[in-house]
């Protein structure tokens, strides 16, 4: 038997696994049992009622999807009265996931999910501050400390703060959202991006740009969440192209306590317990008694006797990947 | 075998199946559609006429399908497990579907969405079908009929080659009335001559339409001004087909105000006065 539970600070998961925001709601209890899930993160609530962007919303790409859906939304109250009282039939926690456009608005919004009920609260902090010229909360540290000392007074909740990966020091703005009361951070959010039809001329969305998720995001958000894990001493869930058991693995490798699973659903509604069960048979075959031994337990790089290659190598090969004064890394 | 678990109480809390189907039967039935019947015992018992699969259509070095596509039941046979889909090869997907072979597997999600319902009594209906609509539309026939209620069928096609599930109709005891573009006898006024006259003969109690923006236009006016029910089924563009990404959403009227709905659990059938077409 494999302990498949791990730690987000206080609260304790059965599995490591959990939906994305936006791509996870109940009817996938139609095809599954939800409740075999590390917790339930649902679609983000805003403190206004919204519509949505116009159509089409998604676009097919290359190893992925874009999509610009808009977070429509039918507002807090409605979360309160329909939506919390429609997730007591599941046993995995409920995660509320909040957005807003400028702090106070944001602050009263967790301060108003904060009810029995909700779990811990994911805040979207990748959408637009209008304090900010529209720039998103986490794309630069400054406003991110900012509007976390606002949520983090608001609710006594753990606080889950998801960052964007459009962001130019990632690493920074996981720092500032730490300092400003985060308990965990979700790496990341989708990457900016737009598709064109040629034959139509047209923008494949309907709003031009939008975010890609899916497989062909996946090294770029584990490059980043392997990075934030380095950077702060709170937990980071990944997320970003995870399809299956390895992808997510991948990402504890690299330092993450959790992930989460979104664009995958859309392929293969099950996909979530495929990875559970996945990431349970690894262990089994490794030796790994409890999964959370693996968060962040990344072999030293650079090793070329590891690739196996027959010819022994290991001799006098000069271990690289420490430490240097200058970060040479990624550097072509 | 799937179980059903714990869901909220909701009229969509149906087990929703994914299973890999072994293909019985694919072949083209003209120059634009084909015809496919699949091995699903399980998803056959589910489905109603309106429902939908969203199927995985396989990648090759060529064609890299990444969603899945919905597609109508074009018929089904509960009692012999089979479920069939009449289907265009347009874009990535359809063609790559279009490459499987007989006793190859298919992944197919569902049955997905609502179906169609009948009007009250024995009504006679009318259904407006052409495109995609000739499929989506033909087991309506069948569920009517079994029902009691009489059907009259008008199948619209841009030339007669591409007029399909004509015999079908009338095999199932239902009078088809085809008309084509290269005919010239498709466009609004006359089929509006034609509803005026079923209506005359009293062979009008209720009105369905799928597959043209003008046909929905034309049933809408029709069941408007005789007060008949009436049904549309709609298309969109899905990616989860369960009703949880929004992406699949059209504008529906709802007393005064303009609403969202998602064609994949609030559809793809909706009542006909409420659409406000694309
Ligand atoms: C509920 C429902 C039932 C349908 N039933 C049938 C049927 O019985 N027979 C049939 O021939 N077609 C049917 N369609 C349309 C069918 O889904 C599309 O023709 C198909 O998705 C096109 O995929 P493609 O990759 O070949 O085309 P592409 O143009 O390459 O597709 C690109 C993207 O757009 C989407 N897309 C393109 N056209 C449509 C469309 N008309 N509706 C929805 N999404 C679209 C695709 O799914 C894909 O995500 C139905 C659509 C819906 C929503
Ligand atoms: C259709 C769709 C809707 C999304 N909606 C939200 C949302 O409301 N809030 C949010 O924080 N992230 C949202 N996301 C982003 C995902 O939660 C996730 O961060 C991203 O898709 C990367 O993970 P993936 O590659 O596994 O999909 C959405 C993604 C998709 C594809």
Redesign the pocket.
Known sequence: MVDLSVDIGALRLANPVM?????FAHELAQVFDVDRLGAL?I??VTADKRIGNPTP??AEVAG??L?S?G?PCKGPQHFLDETVPLYRAFKAPLVA?I?ANTPDEFARLCEMVSVPGVTAI?V?I??PNIEDDGRAFAMRPEPTLAVMRKLRAASDLPLWA?LTPNAGEIQEVAQAAEQGGADAL?V???ILAMSIDITTRKPSLGKVMG?L???A??PI?LRMAYQCARSVAIPVIG?????NAEDAIEYMLAGCSAV???????IHPSAMLSVIDGIEAWCAQNGVARVRDIIGDLAQAGDEGARNWGADMSAEKPKSGKPGEMNWEGVA | MQTVHAVPPQPDSLPVLEERAEILRHEAVNGEYRLMQVAAPAQAKLARAGQFFHLLCPQDDALKPFFRRPMSIYAIDAEGGRISFLYKVTGTGTKALAKLAIGERLDMLGPLGIGFSLPRGKAPIVILARGVGLATLAPLVGLAQSEGHAVTAILSARSPDLLMSVEETRAAGADAITVTDAQGNSDTGHVASLLDDLHQQGRMGALYACGSNRLLKLAQEHATRHGLFGEVAMEQQM??GLG????CVRAFREGDATVHRRVCCEGPVFPLEEALGW
């Open positions: 939906p994305a925001s936006g791509t993160v679609k983000t919303r998604v992925g999807m999509n859906i977070i996931s957005s994911e979207n990748s959408c998801k979700v990341a959010n989708t975010g998720s899916g497989p995001v996946k958000i997320c970003g192209g995870i399809m989460q699973v979104g664009t995958a659903t859309f | 990616a989860c949880m990404c929004f992406c």
